[in-house]
C-alpha cells in the first residue's frame, strides 16, 4: 500500500480508501444486499492487514449500523492513532424538522451521535454528505468550525455538489476565519467525468484532496454492459447514472484489462488512480477479491496508449449524483 497526503493537509491516507457502506443491519431500512456484521468485520481485518488505513462511512448508512460495526471492528484490530476515520452528515435519521440536514442544530447532535456510534473521541474526517439549500451556509460552515474547535473532528470534507456552491462554503470560511474544507468526495470514474469541467479543476487549484466515490461505477466497469448483480438489479438509484452509450467504454476496459492480464477492476481503479488530481478512490467491496484488486491496482501501471484508450470513447453526460 502507498499513502499520500489528503489535499494540502499534513494528514496521510492509504491510496485505497475503503468505502463502509457495504455492511450494517437491513432492518434499518438500509439495503437488502449489504452483509452482516461479522463478514463486513473480515473484510475491515483484510483491509488493516493490506495496509489501508482510511475508512469512509456515513450516518445514514444501514441507520447508523454501519457506523457502529466499522467503530467495533476498528477498536479490535487497530490502535485508533494509526487509522483515519471518516463519517458524513446531511442525510435523514429519523422523522421531523431536525432529523436530517445541515442546520447548526442537526450538526451538533449528529456529531456526538456518529461519535458514539464510532465509539471514537474524534472523526478524522466529518464530510457534508450533500449541499442543504434550506440553510444559509453561513450557519453550516461555522457550526463544523465548532465541532473541530471543540476537538470533536480534525478535518473538514465535502461531497458532491455544484463547484460555484463549493467554491461559495470555501469562500464565507475564509472570510470568517473558520475552518475549510480539505477534501471533496465526488462522482467520478471512467463513465462519468463531468466532474472534469468545473470541479477537478477548482480542486487542483485549491489545493483539496479528491477521494471520489464510485470509482468502478456501482460494478459496471467490471463486468459485462447486460450481466446484473443482486445490487443491480435493487439499485434505482444507480440505474439513474449510467446510460447505454457507456457500453463501449465497459468493453474498452475489458481489451485492456485482457491484454495486461489484469482484471477489469484493477484497470477502472488504475486509471483513476492515475489523474493527477485524485487522491484516493473510495472502494466499496463485499467480496475478499474486490479487496485484492483494489490494492493491486495501486501498482499497476498503465501507459500512455493505455491512458489514452481507455479515455477516448467518453460522451458527455447528464449530471448525476449531486441528489
Same mark, same amino acid.
Given at each position: 500500500?502507498?499513502?499520500?497526503?489528503?489535499?494540502?493537509?499534513?494528514?496521510?491516507?492509504?491510496?485505497?480508501?475503503?468505502?463502509?457502506?457495504?455492511?450494517?443491519?437491513?432492518?434499518?431500512?438500509?439495503?437488502?444486499?449489504?452483509?452482516?456484521?461479522?463478514?463486513?468485520?473480515?473484510?475491515?481485518?483484510?483491509?488493516?492487514?493490506?495496509?489501508?488505513?482510511?475508512?469512509?462511512?456515513?450516518?445514514?448508512?444501514?441507520?447508523?449500523?454501519?457506523?457502529?460495526?466499522?467503530?467495533?471492528?476498528?477498536?479490535?484490530?487497530?490502535?485508533?492513532?494509526?487509522?483515519?476515520?471518516?463519517?458524513?452528515?446531511?442525510?435523514?435519521?429519523?422523522?421531523?424538522?431536525?432529523?436530517?440536514?445541515?442546520?447548526?442544530?442537526?450538526?451538533?447532535?449528529?456529531?456526538?451521535?456518529?461519535?458514539?456510534?464510532?465509539?471514537?473521541?474524534?472523526?478524522?474526517?466529518?464530510?457534508?454528505?450533500?449541499?442543504?439549500?434550506?440553510?444559509?451556509?453561513?450557519?453550516?460552515?461555522?457550526?463544523?468550525?465548532?465541532?473541530?474547535?471543540?476537538?470533536?473532528?480534525?478535518?473538514?470534507?465535502?461531497?458532491?455538489?455544484? !463547484? %460555484?456552491?463549493?467554491?461559495?462554503?470555501?469562500?464565507? @470560511?475564509?472570510?470568517? &476565519?473558520? #475552518?475549510?474544507? +480539505?477534501?471533496?468526495? *465526488?462522482?467520478?470514474?471512467?463513465?462519468?467525468?463531468?466532474?472534469?469541467?468545473?470541479?477537478?479543476?477548482?480542486?487542483?487549484?485549491?489545493?483539496?484532496?479528491?477521494?471520489?466515490?464510485?470509482?468502478?461505477?456501482?460494478?459496471?466497469?467490471?463486468?459485462?454492459?447486460?450481466?446484473?448483480?443482486?445490487?443491480?438489479?435493487?439499485?434505482?438509484?444507480?440505474?439513474?447514472?449510467?446510460?447505454?452509450?457507456?457500453?463501449?467504454?465497459?468493453?474498452?476496459?475489458?481489451?485492456?484489462?485482457?491484454?495486461?492480464?489484469?482484471?477489469?477492476?484493477?484497470?477502472?481503479? !488504475? %486509471?483513476?488512480?492515475?489523474?493527477?488530481?485524485?487522491? @484516493?478512490?473510495?472502494? &466499496?467491496? #463485499?467480496?475478499? +477479491?474486490?479487496?485484492? *484488486?483494489?490494492?493491486?491496482?495501486?501498482?499497476?501501471?498503465?501507459?500512455?496508449?493505455?491512458?489514452?484508450?481507455?479515455?477516448?470513447?467518453?460522451?458527455?453526460?447528464?449530471?448525476?449524483?449531486?441528489?
Amino acid at each position: 500500500m502507498r499513502y499520500v497526503k489528503l489535499g494540502t493537509t499534513g494528514l496521510d491516507v492509504s491510496r485505497v480508501i475503503l468505502g463502509c457502506m457495504s455492511w450494517g443491519d437491513p432492518s434499518l431500512g438500509s439495503h437488502p444486499w449489504i452483509l452482516d456484521e461479522d463478514a463486513g468485520r473480515d473484510l475491515i481485518r483484510q483491509a488493516l492487514e493490506a495496509g489501508i488505513t482510511t475508512f469512509d462511512t456515513a450516518n445514514v448508512y444501514a441507520g447508523g449500523s454501519s457506523e457502529e460495526f466499522t467503530g467495533r471492528a476498528l477498536r479490535d484490530f487497530a490502535k485508533r492513532e494509526d487509522v483515519v476515520i471518516a463519517t458524513k452528515v446531511h442525510g435523514r435519521m429519523r422523522p421531523g424538522p431536525y432529523g436530517a440536514g445541515l442546520s447548526r442544530k442537526a450538526i451538533l447532535h449528529e456529531i456526538d451521535a456518529s461519535l458514539r456510534r464510532l465509539g471514537t473521541d474524534y472523526v478524522d474526517l466529518y464530510q457534508i454528505h450533500r449541499w442543504d439549500p434550506t440553510v444559509p451556509i453561513e450557519e453550516t460552515m461555522e457550526a463544523l468550525h465548532d465541532v473541530v474547535r471543540a476537538g470533536k473532528v480534525r478535518y473538514l470534507g465535502a461531497s458532491s455538489m455544484w !463547484a %460555484w456552491q463549493f467554491a461559495k462554503a470555501q469562500s464565507v @470560511a475564509a472570510a470568517h &476565519g473558520w #475552518t475549510r474544507f +480539505v477534501s471533496m468526495q *465526488d462522482h467520478y470514474n471512467l463513465i462519468y467525468r463531468e466532474e472534469e469541467r468545473e470541479m477537478l479543476p477548482l480542486c487542483a487549484d485549491q489545493g483539496v484532496g479528491v477521494i471520489p466515490w464510485s470509482p468502478l461505477a456501482r460494478g459496471r466497469i467490471t463486468r459485462d454492459w447486460d450481466a446484473e448483480t443482486a445490487r443491480s438489479e435493487t439499485d434505482e438509484f444507480g440505474a439513474t447514472l449510467y446510460v447505454d452509450e457507456d457500453r463501449a467504454i465497459v468493453e474498452t476496459v475489458a481489451k485492456v484489462a485482457d491484454r495486461l492480464g489484469v482484471s477489469r477492476a484493477q484497470v477502472g481503479l !488504475a %486509471w483513476l488512480l492515475h489523474q493527477p488530481v485524485v487522491t @484516493a478512490p473510495i472502494v &466499496g467491496v #463485499t467480496k475478499p +477479491v474486490h479487496l485484492t *484488486d483494489a490494492v493491486a491496482a495501486v501498482d499497476l501501471e498503465l501507459s500512455d496508449d493505455d491512458l489514452a484508450e481507455l479515455g477516448a470513447g467518453y460522451r458527455p453526460h447528464p449530471v448525476a449524483g449531486h441528489a
